[in-house]
């Protein structure tokens, strides 16, 4: 195993599609609230939406020799971004909006690595160079990170690292992370 790892432009994306369509079937895969709603996510309905409408992003991937075996995408988006609907749902709030001290927060919006190359530090060294981007960002003080149900490894890898349980929405599709 010879991994590095590689920042891609916005305009580079495609080449992350096979990997952020095998997050969302790996989410599916572990809901246990509303799995049938992942059925209409991928790649061009998650990832390309997000870039287009965040303010800024960082894309990083871990590669091993040529195959890219894992990826990091976080944005910078206002805050109203995450006010509004959410598959086929009615409007959703996923935080207090009272709570965030800029009009802007910080999110690590994707997270995947793929099997066989998990807890390996791969993961260790994305989530740190993506939080080194966000925290770049001196006017954004609040970051977060969405966790679909049912991926108690994700949340207690992300616990690991700090980030604290705020509340669930969607009656516990989703569990909301927050930096302290």
């Given at each position: 195993?010879?991994?590095?790892?590689?920042?891609?432009?916005?305009?580079?994306?495609?080449?992350?599609?096979?990997?952020?369509?095998?997050?969302?079937?790996?989410?599916?895969?572990?809901?246990?609230?509303?799995?049938?709603w992942f059925d209409?996510?991928?790649?061009?309905?998650?990832?390309?939406?997000?870039?287009?409408?965040?303010?800024?992003?960082?894309?990083?991937?871990?590669?091993?020799?040529?195959?890219?075996?894992?990826?990091?995408?976080?944005?910078?988006?206002?805050?109203?971004?995450?006010?509004?609907?959410?598959?086929?749902?009615?409007?959703?709030?996923?935080?207090?909006?009272?709570?965030?001290?800029?009009d802007d927060i910080?999110?690590?919006?994707?997270?995947?690595?793929?099997?066989?190359?998990?807890?390996?530090?791969?993961?260790?060294?994305?989530?740190?160079?993506?939080?080194?981007?966000?925290?770049?960002?001196?006017?954004?003080?609040?970051?977060?990170?969405?966790?679909?149900?049912?991926?108690?490894?994700?949340?207690?890898?992300?616990?690991?690292?700090?980030?604290?349980?705020?509340?669930?929405?969607?009656?516990?599709?989703?569990?909301?992370?927050?930096?302290?």
């Amino acid at each position: 195993m010879s991994i590095h790892y590689e920042i891609i432009s916005d305009d580079n994306i495609i080449c992350i599609k096979d990997l952020c369509n095998e997050l969302m079937a790996y989410q599916k895969s572990k809901a246990h609230i509303h799995p049938e709603w992942f059925d209409n996510m991928c790649f061009e309905t998650r990832m390309i939406p997000s870039v287009k409408s965040a303010k800024a992003n960082f894309i990083i991937i871990a590669k091993d020799d040529n195959e890219i075996v894992g990826y990091a995408y976080s944005n910078i988006c206002p805050k109203e971004t995450y006010s509004g609907g959410f598959a086929t749902l009615e409007p959703v709030n996923f935080f207090d909006f009272d709570s965030v001290k800029s009009d802007d927060i910080g999110c690590l919006s994707q997270f995947y690595i793929k099997k066989g190359y998990r807890q390996t530090g791969i993961g260790t060294v994305l989530f740190e160079k993506s939080m080194d981007w966000l925290n770049s960002f001196k006017s954004i003080s609040d970051l977060f990170i969405f966790v679909s149900n049912g991926n108690s490894n994700a949340l207690k890898f992300y616990q690991g690292k700090g980030f604290k349980i705020s509340h669930q929405i969607l009656d516990g599709f989703i569990t909301v992370l927050r930096n302290t």
